[in-house]
């Protein structure tokens, strides 16, 4: 492992701008709210793989957070970002500042008003337009070819790649799967504040979703086990959850058409 912390960091979205001109070749662009995990250096990984220069952007959007205790307990761990950034071979971390990127009060939103209003968007009100405003700026902003996201957050990612068709915009959306513990909890920066009993609890959510119960029971045995779930529902080829532990809200998504063969497992007795 390399010691000295070679990606370079740029906080300004003018300064960027600029050094984006001198450079050549395809950019892989990677945004995040930091507090980096295995997760985000996969996505990372894969940029690194399919681009000539890989820019990681770390902003905490205040935008996108319908509760302030949440914005403020979110993990901040830049130098350690940054860090983890420059071991997989990230060339530059975009870090601005909230002053620079709403520079106009957020009076102007970008929203959607068909997917962005259930699941999520119905318990988040707000959530995606903060979070759809943000990426737009962000990827007009960066000028990346192509850009990353986790099907981890799996409504964002089709919110994502609406706005992109539905505002031209030239870039490639990535999908990449949902990086996942042992235990089979996905990896989130939010779990670094389950404590211990928790974080042994919360691989049950993952194994129900993949189970064949249907999603009624997968409701009533996450509340059985001291979850208080919001939704579990199946939705665009995807069995969708998002359950509170504690104060920590967990969401996870996994195929449909698994539940399915499970489904089929369980009734033909084979599997
Ligand atoms: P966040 O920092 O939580 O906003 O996440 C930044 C990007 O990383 C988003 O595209 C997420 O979907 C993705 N991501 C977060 N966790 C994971 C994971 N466990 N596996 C794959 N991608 C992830």
Redo the contacts with the bound molecule.
Sequence with gaps: MPTTVSTQMVQNPAAWRNLRKGLAGTVGF???????????I??CLRAKAENDIVVAS?FVNPTQFNQASDFEKYARTLEADRKLLSDAGVDYLFNPDAADMYADGYSVKVSEEEIAQELEGAFRPGHFTGMLTVVLKLLNIIGADRA??????FQ??LLVKKMVAALFLPIEIVA?????AESGL?????NSRLSPEALAKAPLLHQLLQSGMDNATVMKKLEEAGFKPEYVETRWGRRLAAAWLDDVRLIDNVAADKQQEEDHAAVSGCG
């Design positions: 990677v945004p995040t709210m930091g507090n980096l995990h295995a997760g985000h996969d996505l770390v990353y996201f986790g099907e981890k957050d964002q990612l990449c799967p949902t990086l996942r996905a990896l989130s920066s939010r």
